[in-house]
């Protein structure tokens, strides 16, 4: 157990429903990220948010929508996706440094399976 | 070009022999390195983060970082059938915006240990 709690484990959604996958942390990071697992692939950031402010989308389609409410709590909304979205989503989070201190790790939750039918 | 390279492997090891796992990243700037193990059907556990050039070690577990080779690797001692994983580099950006987390990622080494 991380203190990154992801729900659902696992998701089957049609190409016309919506849905949302959430991510809750307990671990008092300020910063938290949304990545993506395809097969073959290397993990892809997605979208960073920095307390609750998103600094970062990494040029994801529209039809993923992340929001952040406060510190300790993320969304990715999901709606239209296609079969090749299918993958798996990890919510990550990270405590917030100095500016002098660059990058730092982070900790993943156990993922959101998602298949996309 | 990939920004963070790994060979993708399977590499196949006996019990109680080294691992050796490489990576090499093209970010000349890139300031922090991290080695994560990911079990299949898992998420990612970091098992080790190395920022300055030289060697770090935890337990059975050895990272070497050269940033003039742009070259971080991890040595896993007394390998056991249990770390039989896919192996993760990642690295964080060069100076510049914010960085927080911000991680590229190697494709993965499979490592095997058999008994």
């Given amino acids: ?3 990154v709690t992801q729900t659902p484990r696992h998701l089957v959604m049609g190409m016309t429903n919506k849905k949302s996958l ?3 942390q307990h671990l008092g990071h300020n910063a938290m990220y949304w990545y993506k697992q395809s ?26 929508s992340p929001e952040c409410p406060n510190s300790s709590h993320l969304f990715l909304h ?3 996706l296609q079969p090749e979205d299918s993958a798996l989503y ?28 | 070009q990939k920004e963070v390279e790994q060979n993708s492997g399977p590499l196949s ?6 691992a050796s796992l490489n990576c090499t990243y093209s970010d000349r700037g890139s300031q922090s390195f991290f080695w994560y193990r990911q079990y299949s059907g898992k998420s990612p556990e970091l098992i080790m983060s190395i920022y300055s050039n030289g060697d ?9 970082l050269n940033k003039a080779s742009q070259y971080v690797s991890l040595l896993i001692r007394d390998s056991q059938p249990s770390d039989s ?17 911000k991680l590229t990622f190697g494709q993965g080494t499979i490592l095997t240990v058999h008994p």
């Fill in chain 1, 1 to 3: 157990e991380t203190g």
């Fill in chain 1, 22 to 24: 959430k991510c809750e």
């Fill in chain 1, 39 to 64: 097969a073959k692939k290397p993990l892809e950031l997605m979208f960073v948010y920095n307390f609750k402010e998103q600094t970062e989308n990494n040029s994801v389609p529209s039809r993923f």
């Fill in chain 1, 78 to 80: 999901l709606h239209t």
């Fill in chain 1, 90 to 117: 990890l919510c990550a989070s990270s405590p917030h440094r100095d500016r002098g201190h660059w990058g730092t790790e982070a900790f993943f939750g156990q993922g959101t399976r998602l298949t996309v039918v």
């Fill in chain 2, 13 to 18: 090891v006996p019990e109680g022999a080294i």
């Fill in chain 2, 56 to 64: 770090k070690e935890d337990g059975r577990f050895t990272a070497q």
């Fill in chain 2, 85 to 101: 994983a896919t192996y993760l580099c990642a690295v964080t950006p060069g100076a510049g915006g914010t960085s927080y987390g």
